[in-house]
């Protein structure tokens, strides 16, 4: 599986208006494209950081579509006053599900660099030593683990089911993101919180 993610800096007043392009106009179209399971999106109200990520079965149907979608991206752009759009390619090396989320969930993104060569073990560092802990923060829906193999560039996304339950857990989580950070090897290179504006996906779980 893998992933497209799609990056603007928006104006925050123009974000309702880009939330309801994506929903009404773009998902539809996306999700008729051969190969395509699905769409979310995640908006930062307070920076205007938004993140378009679409979902593809594999780097073939995913790559096929990149000039269709050009176009639309950028329109996209331009509508939330962002400015050119940063396009980033994915693959999915791990999902997993508690229960789908809902209304007013939140997600919180964290970036960070590893060697590639040592890509691999850090994934299975995320699977065996993240994930578990990871179950037991209090609201928790989802997570998932996209990486770049070229680059050794990975982002987790973990999504709750509030923002009350994202605020509860955040010391929880900053301990356990220092402890297994280290254990992978891996750098942190940002960490975000969104609301989850758009969630329209059907990744099977893949741990």
Excluded at 67 to 85: C, K, N, Q, T
Excluded at 98 to 111: F, I, K, L, Q, Y
Excluded at 141 to 155: E, F, H, I, K, P
Excluded at 179 to 204: I, N, Q
Aim: net charge negative; with cysteine.
């Amino acid at each position: 599986m893998y992933a497209r993610s799609t990056t603007i800096h928006a104006k925050p007043e123009s974000i309702d208006a880009g939330i309801a392009q994506m929903r009404d106009e773009v998902m539809p179209m996306l999700l008729e494209m051969d190969g395509c399971i699905g769409l979310s999106m995640l908006s930062d109200r307070e920076s205007g950081r938004c993140i378009v990520t679409s979902a593809w079965q594999s780097e073939e149907a995913m790559r096929a579509t990149d000039e269709e979608l050009r176009p639309v991206r950028a329109r996209i752009a331009d509508l939330m006053g962002g400015g050119s759009p940063t396009v980033e390619e994915w693959e999915i090396a791990v999902l997993h599900r508690d229960h789908r989320s809902g209304e007013g969930a939140c997600v919180r993104a964290t970036w960070v660099q590893v060697d590639p060569m040592n890509l691999d073990r850090s994934i299975d560092v995320y699977k065996l030593a993240s994930l578990p802990r990871l179950d037991d923060l209090a609201g928790f829906c989802s997570a998932s683990l996209l990486v770049d193999r070229t680059s050794g560039r990975a982002v987790s996304s973990v999504t709750y089911d509030s923002q009350e339950a994202m605020d509860s857990n955040r010391e929880a989580a900053a301990s356990m993101r220092s402890a297994t950070t280290k254990e992978a090897g891996a750098k942190v290179l940002d960490v975000c919180e969104f609301e989850l504006s758009l969630a329209h996906l059907r990744v099977p779980e893949l741990t």
